[in-house]
């Protein structure tokens, strides 16, 4: 009964890790931050994630036309592997948004080519 048990328990903690391993990445971080209000111009559009990533493999989706920043893609990849970033320029006046992976265009993926879940930013810029 004691070796059956301490089968099943050495089985529950490794499907459990694997479950836990085979999630899909989430963003823990952004810049600009939801719901900031920036200066229009340019500035350095990021996005952290709460696990390394794939680098060269990212989805920055557009939803509707004149809400997303002009961009100078390709993204770089930090040193962690945990956060990409890509000069953008943005209008005054204007509310933004941006998706981080939306179906179809999964392509924020982490090291295990796990597709991260889809996360949206908006923000928008001031006057002047």
Not at 6 to 32: F, Q
Not at 92 to 115: T, V
Request: glycine share 8%.
């Amino acid at each position: 009964m004691a070796v059956a048990i301490t089968i099943t328990v050495g089985l529950m903690a490794v499907l459990g890790s694997h479950t836990a391993d085979s999630r899909g990445p989430k963003v823990v971080r952004t810049s600009p931050s939801p719901g900031a209000v920036i200066a229009p111009g340019f500035f350095t559009l990021s996005v952290t994630f709460d696990k390394p990533m794939a680098d060269g493999s990212f989805s920055y989706v557009q939803k509707a036309h004149g809400t997303f920043p002009d961009c100078g893609f390709p993204a770089r990849l930090s040193d962690d592997k945990r956060t990409f970033a890509v000069r953008c320029s943005v209008l005054p006046s204007r509310n933004y948004e941006i998706w981080f992976n939306s179906r179809p265009y999964m392509n924020f993926k982490d090291l295990n080519g796990i597709s991260a879940e889809p996360h949206q930013l908006l923000f928008r810029t001031r006057v002047r």
